[in-house]
């Protein structure tokens, strides 16, 4: 099975995007764009790979409900600057969340995430496979 990303909206949400983007002429760098993620499955478990460069590991939540991996973070940073007789005081708030759908296959008490190198690592092992029981029944 695979990890499916999960985005209630997905019309209505590239509408508005777009809408920002080209007639409201949204600058990339200020309008918090969801960062890249691979997903790799592998024999015994699956990794998503994060690309958020710039960030520290305290930024980011990664919380788990009912099979449903969300990934989010937000960052507010205020810049104040005074020269002669003017001020200016400029206020940056980016966001994102992202949420993944795991299989029943996922051990959820062994998930892991690490940060390194601007890459946010989530291990997804699978389940061992259960024992399949397996019997011949006579027809009396």
Known sequence: MNLVKFNQYPTFTDLLENLERNFLGRVDETSGDIPA??????????VLEMAAPGMKKDDFQIDLDNYQLTISSEAKEENEEKKDNYARREFIYNSFGRTFTL????????I?????????????????????????????
């Not at 993620?37 to 699956?46: C, L, R, S, T």
């Open 37 to 46: 993620v691979n997903i790799k499955e592998e024999k015994d478990k699956f």
């Open 112 to 140: 892991k995430a690490d940060y390194k190198n601007g890459i946010l690592n989530v291990t997804l092992p699978k389940k061992e496979e259960e024992a399949k029981l397996t019997k011949q029944i006579k027809i009396s």
């Open 103 to 110: 299989p029943k296959s996922i051990d959820i008490d062994k």
